[in-house]
């Protein structure tokens, strides 16, 4: 099981920290990815952390959003500073027994996700 965290409301400009905790399972030995759906978007691939910790960053987020893992605390975090209005979502993280799928967003179908959390809501607004 996964269970997001860490969402809220934020200015413009401000900052969250999104963490994903996993019981059941050990993220160290899996890909796990953070994607976002806004109301009536397609849910998209923001970050992906793989196993040996190889990172993907969806370029509209890559000088804002930092992916990292804590392998003590089964935790998977991701950082987001300069939010944006357009980053308002519900934020899920999911896993996969492999590695992430690759560089380019297009290759995040989220049928390679095995597990997923039920998300948290991340608000920007002034």
């Known amino acids: 099981e996964l269970v997001e965290s860490g969402g809220g409301f934020v200015q413009p400009g401000g900052s969250l920290r999104l963490s994903c905790t996993a019981s059941?399972?050990?993220?160290?030995?899996?890909?796990v990815a953070w994607f976002r759906q806004a109301p009536g978007n397609e849910r998209e691939a923001i970050s992906c952390i793989s196993p040996i910790n190889t990172t993907y960053l969806r370029e509209s987020v890559q000088d804002r959003f930092t992916i990292s893992r804590d392998n003590a605390k089964n935790t998977v975090f991701l950082q987001m500073n300069l939010l944006r209005p357009e980053d308002t979502a519900r934020y899920y993280c999911?896993?996969?027994?492999?590695?992430?799928?690759?560089?380019?967003?297009?290759?995040?179908?989220?049928?390679?996700?095995?597990?997923w959390g039920q998300g948290t809501q991340v608000t920007v607004s002034s």
């Open positions: 999911a896993a996969r027994d492999s590695q992430c799928p690759g560089r380019s967003s297009a290759a995040y179908g989220p049928e390679l996700f095995t597990s």
């Open positions: 059941g399972v050990t993220l160290d030995s899996y890909a």
